[in-house]
């Protein structure tokens, strides 16, 4: 059963402008994290936002965590074409289960 | 050595067939994971192992096996499997505790049952 649901499913902007994708969960969470996965390879770690965290950076990425509304948005700033790729956040309900289930994903292609 | 290595990258087997998918890391992780993905799908939660010992089994079928012989290697034994099994199976690994849940992924094996 997937925890997340993701949106847009697929995202298709001009290199330079800034992407957004968001995340809804339904149960609630220790913490959220966003992956990306380039076609058809393992997934790479980004960024981890706890729960009492609202907001987070890391060079050209900025996460939003709102936990009343169960939702989280990362932000792509300034993107390139190798910033192509599946994005999917992944959460843990309950510290020390390590139980993290995927959300839907968004396939974000950046156009040179 | 932040790698986890799995191997085969791509198997074919037939549905009589008994095969093993393998993973290595050689960072310390003491929590160990199997995920398959299908195409345009995210990653499905399999197995957890911590500290050798099975965690969370999905309700996965038992034609699907999987074995944690050591803390740094995570095998999946397959057999009797269905065409539909047929995706990319992929291993991860993370810290216990005092860590940042950060999972770190394998590259994958890519399976496609006849």
């Known amino acids: 059963s997937q925890q997340g649901e993701e949106d847009p499913q697929a995202l298709s902007i001009q290199e330079g402008e800034n992407a957004t994708m968001n995340c809804s969960y339904k149960t609630s969470i220790n913490n959220l994290q966003w992956y990306r996965q380039n076609s058809g390879r393992g997934l790479v770690h980004l960024i981890l936002?706890?729960?009492?965290?609202r907001e987070k950076h890391s060079g050209r990425l900025r996460v939003t965590l709102d936990t009343s509304k169960k939702s989280s948005s990362l932000l792509i700033t300034a993107s390139r074409a190798a910033d192509t790729a599946s994005y999917f956040c992944?959460?843990?309900?309950?510290?020390?289960?390590?139980?993290?289930?995927f959300g839907t994903g968004t396939r974000l292609k950046v156009l040179a | 050595d932040t790698e986890v290595t799995q191997t085969p990258k791509h198997l074919v087997m037939g549905m009589t067939n008994k095969k093993s998918l393998k993973c290595e890391q050689h960072m310390g992780h003491r929590a160990m994971y199997w995920y398959k993905q299908k195409a345009k799908k995210p990653p499905e939660l399999m197995f957890v192992?911590?500290?050798?010992?099975?965690?969370i089994n999905e309700s996965v079928p038992s034609r699907f096996s999987p074995e944690c012989p050591n803390s740094s290697l995570l095998n999946l034994h397959l057999h009797a499997l269905q065409p539909e099994d047929s995706a990319l199976y992929l291993c991860?690994?993370?810290?216990?505790?005092?860590?940042?849940?950060?999972?770190?992924f394998g590259e994958g094996s890519r399976l496609t049952v006849l």
């Open positions: 992944a959460t843990d309900r309950t510290s020390g289960t390590y139980k993290y289930i």
């Open positions: 991860a690994s993370s810290r216990i505790g005092g860590g940042t849940g950060e999972l770190f």
């Open positions: 936002i706890r729960s009492n965290e």
């Open positions: 192992y911590s500290y050798e010992k099975l965690s």
